[in-house]
């Protein structure tokens, strides 16, 4: 549906830009056919400067949207694991030394400064809440650690930032993302990914002509065509008036009485 969507978006873009342009032609020319051969031409102008555009900038933030999907992934790999912890002893080992894992947290001394770290992974769907974290609070709050670093997939709250600056301990939340950011890709570790989280199946030619052929858009074409048609009461009607008319008519009827995208199949349940 979301393909269907986007697809629906450029066609109602390029509908929009012809508009824009059709009104501008029309208004210097008075031959019909005319405007709406150079507004078709300047609309696909427009429509390629702006696809190239986007496109350039979807090039340069490729590898975040990549990265962004990695992270998504190993944060699930992650929760799926029954020893996470282990990942980060492994991580926080190309740096630090005195390292102590628990089943929830690990714990780093900071020899040289005296700085004692703890770092939980916190492997809720729901996000970080302030109930959520005064409850790791309790159980890690007798290590008395200097910062306290929470890997979650998101901080749930708004308030938590401003919540948690009531305790004595610096604390650190890092989402899904930022745990990527800071952590994996700042130390050069990364989570082995078991697990992934399944794409939306692309729509083909085919997807999208089932959509725009099936009965619920009867209504819609007969709507389109009545409204042109009643038009031509009152204007004189032109050729234009009388194919796009027909165009609409035959998709209403090919929408309605076509079998092979109104087919009901019973599914049996049990």
Known sequence: MRKINLILQEILKFVLLFLFCFVWTRYFLRK??????????????LYAIMFILKRKKQNKIGLKLKEKEEAENMFLSLSCESNPMDFFVKLASKKHKEIKKYKNYLVINHVNDGVKTLLWFDNSFYGLTIARFM??????????ATKIVICCKEIAEKQLITFSQN??????????????????????????????????KKMVFKDFIAYSFNKKRTKGYLFSAFILILSSLFIRTTIYYCIIASILVVFALVSQFNPYYNSNKEIEVI
């Open 32 to 45: 019909l056919w005319t405007a709406i051969l150079i507004s078709l031409l300047l609309t696909a102008c």
């Open 167 to 200: 305790f004595d301990e610096k604390f650190l939340f890092l989402n899904e993302y930022d745990t990527y950011e800071k952590l994996y890709k700042f130390y050069d570790c990364y989570p082995e990914i078991t697990r992934k989280y399944s794409k939306e």
């Open 135 to 144: 409850e790791i609070y309790g159980k890690v709050k007798k290590e008395k």
